[in-house]
């Protein structure tokens, strides 16, 4: 049997069906994005072990063709037991080894990006200050206990920890969150309109509303926008239930044994141990045209716990590497007085360099060694 594995493991017929594989997912998560969207068919496409079909009507979810995750792994197996299989390091064979350990680099790397990386954006007006930057699809609802002046406490639960409904209990909290309704995009009305339904809450505001439950954005330029009617319930009873939306304006705000609190469904949140001040963002134009010729931000990175205190400038291709996060000029107001930073956050980043520089070298001790024989044979023939 594992004679069996090891040679189905290391077949070159094994290798050519899983980049045959490969092409066809690429081909067909492409042209998905058309429909779905480019986040949803990296979901369902690339970061999965398999494409599943749903029959209409059925909660059925049928397996029908590898995933990116799959494939990968596939070869990734088969390019280190081949290696262990046959590849003995020596002089004759040190650069395919050196190839093969840059193509799995790669391979690894790519894993690892998908489950660490994040991508958030951060909104900075002219003189404005902030210590956190935000998700450009994902939600949270947060909960604010604003007791005290000088301090927020927040507890932030994921949407899609809403989207299961049910209780939701933290230590920090003296309430739960009972999840009655909770739709991952939605439209609300101040009048009813067809096919809405009238909101009925028993504290804060949005009751005698109207609201509708809406298909999944499937446009980059276009996101969901979640809404819900949660109930927070103590051990004396239900301080009411509320409605939280991403349409809302203001938080709900109410009391629990003497603490003052805030509710608010929002963009997810990353803080950040620093501040990121802006001073001045540039949009600079080409004399006499309407060209873009620079988009710069300059922004002044604040840590008090360390005295940093210093002026960094921000612009196309040359972006802020700090504490572990890459800001990039991504974006800006339409009055050039904001600006829009692309905040990315990847530990695996270095991994495709190394990757290409192993399979560089592999490729030139090959060529090399191949060169070497040639000129031999050929000066002793």
């Known amino acids: 049997m594992l004679d069996r594995l090891a040679r189905f493991f290391t077949s070159l017929r094994l290798t050519v069906a899983l980049l045959a594989f490969g092409l066809v997912l690429v081909f067909w998560g492409t042209m998905a994005q058309v429909q779905v969207g480019l986040y949803q068919s990296q979901n369902e ?128 909290l003296p309430f739960t969150v009972q999840v009655q309704t909770y739709y991952g995009n939605s439209v609300l009305a101040e009048k009813q309109q067809a096919g809405f339904a009238q909101i009925n809450v028993s504290a804060g505001f949005g009751a005698g509303a109207w609201w509708r439950e809406l298909p999944q954005e499937a446009a980059m330029d276009r996101r969901d926008l979640p809404s819900g009617i949660v109930e927070l319930l103590t051990p004396q009873g239900s301080l009411g239930t509320f409605l939280v939306s991403a349409h809302l304006n203001q938080p709900q705000e109410f009391d629990c044994n003497g603490r003052h609190y ?34 710069s931000s300059r922004v002044r990175v604040q840590r008090p716990e360390t005295g940093e205190d210093r002026e960094v400038l921000i612009y196309m291709n040359n972006p802020l590497r700090y504490d572990g996060d890459t800001y990039y000029q991504a974006s800006f107001d339409p009055d050039n007085h904001g600006t829009i930073l692309q905040v990315v956050h990847n530990p695996s980043w270095l991994t495709p360099y190394f990757s290409c520089v192993l399979v560089g070298v592999g490729l030139l001790v090959q060529f090399l060694r191949h060169l070497i024989e040639f000129a031999t044979n050929r000066k002793a023939s």
């Open 45 to 172: 496409f690339f970061r999965s072990f398999f494409i599943y079909w749903s029959p209409s009507e059925s909660g059925l979810r049928i397996p029908i063709f590898p995933g990116g995750y799959l494939i990968g792994g596939m070869l990734l197996a088969n390019l280190v037991v081949y290696n262990f299989q046959f590849d003995r390091p020596g002089k004759r064979n040190f650069g395919l080894v050196l190839i093969h350990i840059g193509v799995g680099l790669l391979l690894i790397g790519q894993l690892l990006t998908d489950v660490f990386s994040t991508e958030s954006m951060l909104h900075l007006r002219n003189a404005e200050t902030k210590n956190y930057s935000e998700s450009s699809t994902h939600f949270e609802l947060a909960i604010v206990d604003k007791t005290d002046a000088a301090t927020d406490r927040v507890v932030a639960i994921p949407a899609e920890q809403l989207q299961r409904h049910g209780a939701i209990r933290h230590a920090n």
């Open 262 to 295: 805030e509710l608010v469904l929002r963009l997810e949140r990353f803080y950040k141990p620093f501040k990121l001040h802006l001073v001045e963002f540039r949009h600079d134009k080409y004399p006499g045209t309407d060209i873009p010729k620079n988009f």
